[in-house]
């Protein structure tokens, strides 16, 4: 009943930039925190930044002064402006939601450490 959608992923050169974006739908009533998550082959999932709904951010240091994190309140969306991007910025990027609040029928739910799909990000050399 609820789901987050990415979009924004591909192939691109180092160097280059591409624009994730993660859409919550659904019957929304809070959304506590948004983030970005990456997960290369053979590594584990990392945090890449991090946005409250009051908009405070949080970035790994490996990605500070090259990705920002944005949100449309009124759209429910995330976005991940990556810029510069290196090979080593190759992963599937996961949306994920700390805390979703949203009705089913009558009912609020709750539903915590929700997650999107993921989209391919590929940095060629």
């Known amino acids: 009943q609820v789901q987050l959608v990415e979009s924004g992923g591909g192939l691109v050169q180092a160097g280059g930039s591409l624009r994730l974006s993660c859409a919550a739908s659904?019957?929304?009533?809070?959304?506590?925190?948004m983030g970005w998550y990456r997960q290369a082959p053979g590594k584990q999932r990392e945090l890449v930044a991090a946005i409250t709904w009051g908009g405070s951010t949080n970035y790994a240091d490996s990605v500070k002064g090259r990705f920002t994190i944005s949100r449309d309140g009124a759209k429910n969306t995330v976005y991940l402006q990556m810029n510069s991007l290196k090979p080593e910025d190759t992963a599937v990027y996961y949306c994920?939601?700390?805390?979703?609040?949203?009705?089913?029928?009558?009912?609020?739910?709750?539903?915590?450490?929700?997650w999107g799909q993921g989209t391919q990000v590929t940095v060629s050399s």
């Open positions: 994920n939601a700390d805390r979703l609040q949203y009705y089913s029928g009558s009912y609020l739910r709750d539903e915590y450490d929700y």
């Open positions: 659904g019957r929304l009533f809070r959304i506590n925190a």
